[in-house]
């Protein structure tokens, strides 16, 4: 889920990382104190129009939902089913599930509050602010001679070693697939076999590449990889007023002075 800003993102969401992160971590939480509908309406209509100004492309929102599917909403209907299965045939109160259809629904859709909120939060604050907020709320371990900032240029290191393999892998498969497709006959096994060999190579390189990241981390200037700095302008003070007037009128919502 972490990305580098892009030209596509607005200049109204390139604010700054520590406030930014303390917005997103508020609305987060927010979802498990409704008590109203209009209140989960408002937060959608809110996150949608940060993902307006966002500019985020529709195809990373696409993958994120296929992802949120996958990692999440796949696996949670798969133990409500086996959960059901296993109480339909033993009677087992154990295993008698007392929410229902709407519970359900709720649950899952804080669970992808969380999921989205976290692709905005990375898709429109650089990596570098990230790890650079990450040392500076590390700074305690620092103290006591942890090597934070090593163990932050090996993820630096790790990322950037990741996007070129990720470019040569996707170059490989392509080819290796193109072939496979053309092929007749006994040509494919002879397609499949390369296809396996071309994986292997790429296992065995990744090890090599293991030894770059190490010369990277011993060699690099950890200022020259990430940094953060607080910074209060007016763009800040737009996004965190309008966060107050957002959160003001779900309080309103939920003590029942509007609907």
């Not at 796949?74 to 229902?100: D, H, T």
């Not at 939060?121 to 700074?139: A, E, I, N, S």
């Amino acid at each position: 889920m972490i990305s580098v800003n892009t030209p596509e993102t607005a200049e109204f969401l390139e604010v700054d990382g520590l406030i930014k992160f303390i917005i997103a971590t508020l609305v987060t939480v927010m979802p498990f104190f409704f008590l109203k509908t209009m209140s989960f309406v408002m937060l959608s209509i809110y996150l949608l129009l940060v993902t307006y100004l966002s500019r985020i492309k529709p195809r990373t929102l696409l993958i994120s939902a296929a992802s949120y599917f996958m990692v999440v909403l796949m696996p949670y209907l798969f133990g409500l089913l086996m959960n059901a299965l296993i109480y339909s045939f033993s009677n087992n109160e154990l295993f008698s599930y007392q929410q229902g259809p709407n519970e359900i629904f709720l649950r899952l859709f804080k669970l992808l509050i969380i999921w989205y909120v976290s692709i905005l939060y990375f898709h429109t604050t650089p990596l570098k602010t990230v790890l650079g907020l990450l040392d500076k709320c590390l700074t305690p371990l620092k103290l006591v001679g942890v090597p934070v900032a090593d163990y932050l240029k090996v993820v630096m290191g790790s990322v950037i070693e990741l996007k070129e393999m990720g470019a040569e892998i996707m170059k490989s498969l392509e080819e290796s697939v193109r072939s496979v497709v053309r092929g007749r006959g006994g040509k494919f096994n002879i397609n499949i076999k390369g296809l396996s060999q071309i994986i292997v190579s790429l296992i065995v390189n990744s090890f090599g590449r293991l030894d770059k990241i190490e010369r990277f981390v011993e060699q690099a200037n950890s200022d020259d990889l990430y940094h953060y700095s607080f910074k209060l302008t007016s763009r800040e003070m737009v996004v965190v007023l309008s966060f107050v007037l957002f959160t003001s009128l779900v309080f309103m919502v939920e003590k029942g002075y509007w609907f």
